[in-house]
């Protein structure tokens, strides 16, 4: 296949129409394929993708991202953190849950250990809270592949949380950080034995910043903190931390290419929350409706979606 038939070959999938060959000779002609990808990605954030939600079933901006983060394209870092500050719910739109399953990996992937670009993103209050998560998940996966220290990584979640308590305390109209991103460097401090943030973390919990996702309140966080302590270990981080494989893999065994028909539970059933792993993937084009993270939560707690199931 030529460049621009791979190109072609990208363009839509759906059901049973994984372009798993156009994959392959896409990573096989990765040279001449890497400037078309930028440009495809280019096109599409410069309209915040509103060409790729045009056209129902058009995949080939989402294959390019995977495609350029397996290549480690240093040339797509800017590009994704680009598409990262993109306004509001944009990015999910785009790219459904690769944003939580998989963004924070694919920054990684591409930074070449230039942190700047995603540490703007884990900063920027106005950048999505999903986002910031995955960016601020792209420095554990730095850090699990050997391209970031612990004691550098401390040091960053120290001054990023001191900086977010000072604002707090200081009634700042404009928040710094959720509760749910407080929640995140809560569980990575704890799990990396940074007893240097417990206090701030201790405070950040009395003055209810904290979204109390994993149960158990402050509790919880010194339990985590104490038996870390206690049994020194290597850093395990939550979900994937592995720089991304070639997408024929990766992607092969997404509902969304899936070829038999769902069954009755599964038409009925709303799209996968965000942040939530599964054998069965969604993405852009899955069944379901789109939750809102004030809404309701489906599974019927009671709860606002994302204190609930899209935690």
């Known amino acids: 296949m030529t460049p621009n038939e ?12 994984f372009p798993r060959e156009a994959l392959i000779e896409a990573a096989e002609q990765r040279e001449a394929m890497t400037p078309l990808l ?9 309209a915040a ?6 056209i129902p079933g058009y995949w080939r901006h989402h294959f390019a991202i995977y495609l350029l983060a397996y290549f480690r394209e240093p040339a ?42 995603i540490e703007r993103l884990i900063e920027d209050p106005a950048v999505n809270e999903y986002v910031r998560s995955a960016a601020i998940s792209a420095l554990t996966v730095l850090l699990t592949i050997g391209e970031l220290d612990q004691t550098t990584l401390r040091g960053y979640l120290g001054t990023l949380a001191n ?9 700042s109209q404009d928040d710094p950080a959720t509760g749910f991103l407080w929640s995140v460097l809560a569980q990575m401090a704890a799990r990396l034995g940074a007893e240097e943030l417990a206090p701030i ?19 919880s966080f010194e339990r985590a903190m104490a038996l870390h302590l206690a049994n020194p270990m290597a850093y395990e981080p939550l979900g994937k931390t592995g720089l991304p494989g070639h997408p024929a893999e990766e992607l092969a065994n997404w509902a969304a290419f899936r070829s038999e028909k769902p069954t009755a539970r599964r038409a009925s059933a709303p799209a996968l929350p965000r942040g939530v792993s599964a054998p069965i993937r969604q993405a852009r084009g899955g069944a379901g409706a789109k939750v809102g993270r004030n809404d309701p939560c489906p599974c019927g707690s009671g709860r606002k979606y994302k204190k609930c199931c899209g935690a």
């Not at 993708?49 to 045009?54: R, T, V």
């Not at 973390?201 to 509790?219: E, K, M, N, Q, T």
């Open 6 to 17: 791979i190109l072609e070959a990208l363009a839509t999938a759906g059901p049973g129409q």
């Open 38 to 46: 930028l440009d495809e990605l280019r096109r599409q954030i410069d």
């Open 49 to 54: 993708f509103a060409p790729a939600l045009a």
């Open 76 to 117: 797509a870092y800017p590009l994704f953190v680009q598409m990262g500050a993109l306004p509001g719910d944009t990015l999910f739109d785009a790219i459904g849950d690769t944003v939580t399953e998989d963004f924070g990996r694919q920054l990684a992937a591409v930074c070449q250990g230039d942190r700047a670009g």
């Open 163 to 171: 900086g977010w308590l000072v604002a707090a305390e200081a009634g």
């Open 201 to 219: 973390i201790r405070r950040a919990y009395d003055l209810g910043l904290v979204d109390d996702l994993f149960g158990g309140g402050v509790g």
